[in-house]
């Protein structure tokens, strides 16, 4: 595929504006965390299609793609032996048929290219799921060892802890949240989500009392709700970053005994546990998810949860021999 990048076409698409640049258009419509993953994405593809050349995505010549370009590098995608996720090598699909589509937008493929390449199939498979359930043993763990903290990081995690164990909030939505955007009144939260769809996640229980323990020791001040704390224990009117709250869950981890766990693993928690008592479209919006199909892959329940569901079926018979 190394003629897909001749040296001429290269500088003409350096020099070629942002704005009718297919790939530079297609990343500017996406959220900045999504516009990193995808640029990387972007980056390994024109790598692959280079024969091992490194090469700017944004100087490579994607109008210049056609069907039989993408079967090929979808091929060579699953051989790959570091992209063996089927969600992964469906992501770079994506990406591909995105550029694509802008491309076609500003006039740089015909339409009937476009189209060839947006009917290359997504990969069909199964993968076992990502990540794991955390037990409650071990949010019993996680909320005394914050509890026997007796500074305010202390308070300050465990209402970090309950919030994703109980909301179900992915990092990124938790330092984005805001003092204003906790309702006293009902316990809720409004939550900014992917693609800006904002939320109301409601806490109870133990999440809702470590969160207005940490609003005591945090205060009244406007600002970003959960706040980093210097080595004099001062709480700084700044955000937390989402490396923060990652190394906060692994030093808590370490404290309780508790095997490593990601932010994310709390998430599938809040999950796997409100679909044992709530259906599963609840689920979804508590977790602002646009697809219950996207909320059933987050179920970490196993076998257990068949059960359970096969003994609330009642067949009235009586056995007439008993077993010796």
């Known amino acids: 595929m190394s003629e897909l990048i001749p040296t001429n076409n290269q500088a003409i698409l350096q020099a070629q504006p942002l704005d009718t640049n297919p790939a530079a258009v297609y990343l500017a419509k996406l959220r900045p965390s999504g516009r990193r993953s995808q640029y990387s994405t972007l980056a390994r593809m024109a790598e692959m299609m280079s024969n091992g050349t490194i090469v700017d995505p944004l100087a490579f010549p994607w109008h210049q793609l056609r069907y039989a370009h993408i079967a090929a590098l979808k091929s060579r995608i699953q051989e790959d032996p570091e992209i063996k996720a089927v ?72 209402a970090l802890v309950g919030l994703m164990a109980a909301g179900g909030l992915r990092r990124e939505e938790v330092i984005k949240l805001d003092l204003a955007d906790y309702n006293p009144a009902d316990g809720g939260l409004k939550v900014e989500g992917k693609r800006g769809k904002d939320r109301i996640v409601y806490l109870e229980n133990g999440a809702l009392e470590a969160l207005q323990d940490w609003l005591h ?30 190394l906060m869950l692994k030093s808590r981890c370490q404290a309780a005994g508790v095997a490593d766990l990601s932010p994310h693993d709390l998430r599938r928690t809040a999950a796997s546990d409100l679909l044992k008592t709530t259906d599963a479209l609840t689920v979804a919006k508590i977790l602002g998810h646009s ?34």
């Open 291 to 324: 697809s219950v199909n996207t909320t059933l892959k987050y179920d970490r329940r196993g076998e257990g949860a068949k059960r359970d569901a096969a003994k609330t079926l009642f067949i009235p018979y009586t056995r007439r021999y008993k077993d010796e």
């Open 87 to 158: 969600a992964t090598v469906n992501k770079y699909l994506a990406a591909l048929r995105g550029v694509a589509r802008e491309a076609w937008r500003l006039d740089l493929m015909t339409a009937d290219d476009y189209l060839k390449i947006s009917s290359v199939d997504p990969v069909i498979g199964e993968t076992l799921p990502a990540g794991r359930y955390v037990t409650p043993g071990e949010i019993l763990a996680l909320m005394r060892s914050c509890q026997e903290d007796p500074s305010d990081a202390g308070v300050r995690d465990a």
């Open 217 to 246: 020791a945090r205060g009244s001040e406007p600002g970003p709700l959960f706040q980093p704390i210097n080595r004099g224990g001062t709480i700084t009117n700044r955000r937390l970053t989402t490396q923060a709250v990652y």
